[in-house]
């Protein structure tokens, strides 16, 4: 590992919130066989996949890198929750129209998605009395990517009718034109992951 790829692996460390770091590999099997998967190991003992195979490595991490300081800059939420507040307009006629619930956005939300590797992003919501963490793979993608990717989406879905997201059985509030349940587990995050909220920026 060259002297650059070892300032990233310090640097992940430190914005992760650890002290220490180490390099470790696990074979694959099955169709990855003969491959092996490549992770920091925090002095804790959670492991954050990088990439399969160490070409690659120092860009993944790179990307990882930019992005994670990208996500948690006041600029970037700031930008993210201009849009985010137009889908809550939306949100909240169509939520009149189906008799349904409202939500509030509280802030933003920073999971560490631990031996998987992963940083999600999400949204702390208030629906009725209970407050929760709404995170969900479309809104992920799209909040870490940038305020545009935000737009584009929430242009994409303008007029396409209300559907029920996946294992909901009940719908009582809806987000970005999608039905989802508040009192449920689903499309909240998982309870081994550390989380760190942003409350909501201010109005630009």
Not at 125 to 134: E, M, P, S, T
Not at 137 to 151: K, Q
Not at 169 to 179: K, R, S, T
Request: one cysteine or more; aromatic letters at 10%; proline letters at 2%.
């Amino acid at each position: 590992m060259d002297k650059e790829t070892k300032a990233l692996c310090d640097e992940m460390c430190a914005l992760m919130g650890h002290k220490s770091w180490t390099k470790v590999g696990s074979p694959c099997t099955g169709k990855w066989a003969g491959t092996t998967d490549y992770s920091l190991r925090w002095e804790d003992g959670q492991e954050m996949f990088v990439n399969n195979g160490m070409y690659g490595f120092k860009s993944r991490l790179t990307e990882a890198v930019e992005g994670l300081k990208r996500c948690r800059s006041a600029e970037h939420q700031r930008a993210v929750m201009e849009v985010l507040r137009e889908w809550q307009a939306s949100d909240a006629r169509l939520s009149q129209e189906h008799g349904v619930k409202g939500y509030d956005i509280l802030g933003l939300v920073e999971e560490d998605g631990g031996s998987c590797g992963q940083i999600w992003w999400g949204l702390r919501l208030k629906v009725g009395d209970r407050v929760f963490d709404h995170i969900e793979t479309g809104l992920w993608l799209y909040m870490s990517e940038s305020a545009d990717a935000v737009r584009k989406d929430m242009e994409s879905k303008k007029g396409v009718p209300v559907w029920t997201a996946g294992a909901v059985q009940e719908v009582d509030y809806i987000f970005h034109g999608v039905g989802f349940n508040s009192q449920d587990e689903l499309y909240k995050g998982s309870d081994y992951c550390q989380r760190k909220f942003y409350p909501l920026p201010a109005a630009a």
